[in-house]
């Protein structure tokens, strides 16, 4: 795409309005032994039903689900195709019908997105999202060459069949770019990775100090071992819901809006075209910019990103997204990946995404903090499921429910954990809206949702 044709930057609508009531998801781990892939979604499952706090029973609300969605990024994994039939059975919603997707890293957001147009459209009135990664099940070597087919196999695969070495010549670009050195890096590093030790479910959280970091083992440089997020087995889910169901299961619902855009998956390909400018942006605003980088996206910049943005704020009215977003999880699969989507989601102008870290806007307590769930580095990416738990993470910051789901002890104990003694709470005060982004690949596909306080 290098410039947008009549019809191309409509503005999703929905037919009806989109809710999200309750999530649920599994401690996050390497590996799990212990459980066949269908008792881990019904895991995410069972918690989504019974510890929402909704007004009926599981029962009842099983018996209201009328369509589902099923998220996996790669059959490889568990040698089984159309899992989701498998999953479904299980789940005991035969015959329901039911869809599976696959976007890539995306998947989850993916799913989310496919839930709640068939909400929109009328198809149906509640509907099970869940999504789900078994990557214990192989070599990390072998897992690693199978994420690494999610790119462009004549081309950016051939580059060394691992994502890091994607991820690292865009790394040296933006560094050469925008000024970014290693130090702001190993911040966002530091900054998730912490907030994961406040996450029952994370799968590697820890306290790491910069030379930590900078010292930690080279996977492609200049990305670390700790700039790096984990392979990880587990599932997540969240239940839609139009507006008369919603406010019958829930005194907490939060409004849904959501939309996507892709790219080509070679990188090298990615031809230059004018900046689609966000709410917030005004025409002339980066003729400095561009001077300068003239290539827009380039190496920098995801324009699926962007543009899911573009099509986002203007479905939810967000004008000024760092004033009017309380929080936001981004997909810091790498510390780079979530440092480019900072410019491209509005957070900071093109060309000042360093500032969002070293202001301390990123940081709880900051204007907009991120990922304190822990995010991709500290607490997960069971990949089909990444989108549809970072969605659940901002809807129970929303309904005022972070300590609920982080800081009782049952959790701590499901995950085979001890509660930290200097356990902290991060729920935002009054969050009113939070944001997910939900990333696939080198930026092939990305969703952006916003979930909007609704009561």
């Known amino acids: ?102 976007t890539g890293g995306a998947t989850g957001g993916a799913s989310v997105l496919m839930g709640a147009q068939a909400i929109a459209s009328g198809y149906a009135n509640c509907c099970l999202v869940a999504g789900w990664e078994r990557m214990d099940e192989v070599d990390t070597r072998t897992g690693n060459f199978y994420i690494s087919t999610a790119a462009c196999k004549d081309f950016e695969t051939r580059m060394g069949r691992i994502y890091s070495s994607y991820y690292a010549p865009m790394a040296n670009r933006f560094a050469w770019a925008y ?6 890096r190993a911040k966002i590093a530091i900054k998730n990775r912490h907030y994961a030790t406040m996450n029952p479910n994370a799968q590697q959280p820890g306290d790491h100090t910069e030379e930590e970091v900078l010292k930690s083992r080279m996977s492609a440089y200049p990305l670390r071992f700790l700039e790096c997020c984990a392979m990880t087995a587990g599932a997540a889910s969240v239940l839609l819901c139009d507006e008369e169901m919603a406010y019958k299961l829930s005194d907490h619902p939060v409004e849904v809006f959501i939309a996507g855009g892709t790219h080509t998956l070679r990188v090298a390909d990615r031809r230059p075209m004018d900046i689609p400018l966000l709410p917030n942006e005004k025409p002339g605003m980066y003729k400095e910019f561009l001077a300068k980088n003239p290539r827009w996206p380039g190496f920098e910049s995801f324009l699926a990103a962007r543009f899911a943005a573009y099509l986002t704020y203007r479905m939810a009215g967000i004008q000024e997204p760092i004033e009017e977003l309380d929080l936001v999880e981004l997909h810091d699969a790498f510390t780079i990946s979530d440092v480019q989507t900072y410019g491209d989601i509005g957070l900071r102008p093109y060309g000042q995404e360093v500032d969002y870290v070293t202001s301390g806007d990123a940081y709880f307590g900051g204007k907009c903090p991120s990922n304190l769930s822990g995010g991709l580095l500290g607490t997960m990416h069971a990949v089909g499921a990444t989108g549809i738990w970072q969605s659940a993470e901002c809807l129970w910051q929303v309904q005022n429910k972070y300590d609920q789901f982080h800081g009782d002890a049952k959790w701590w104990k499901r995950a085979g954990k001890k509660k930290p003694k200097n ?7 009054d969050a009113k809206q939070a944001l997910w982004v939900s990333h696939a690949g080198v930026g092939s596909h990305v969703t952006v949702g916003i979930l909007r306080k609704a009561w």
């Open 1 to 102: 795409m290098i410039t947008f044709g009549k019809g191309n930057l409509r503005i999703p609508k929905w037919s009806k309005r989109v809710f999200m009531v309750a999530g649920g998801c599994t401690p996050f781990r390497k590996y799990y032994p212990e459980y066949k892939l269908e008792e881990l979604v019904m895991m995410a499952y069972k918690m989504m039903l019974e510890e929402n706090n909704l007004k009926l029973s599981p029962l009842e609300i099983k018996d209201s689900i009328n369509f589902a969605v099923y998220g996996e990024f790669a059959d490889h994994f568990q040698d089984q195709l159309l899992c989701e039939a498998k999953i479904h059975d299980y789940l005991g919603l035969d015959p329901l019908y039911n869809v599976g997707i696959k």
């Open 423 to 429: 356990w902290t709470s991060l729920q935002v005060k």
């Open 179 to 184: 000024d970014l050195n290693d130090s702001v």
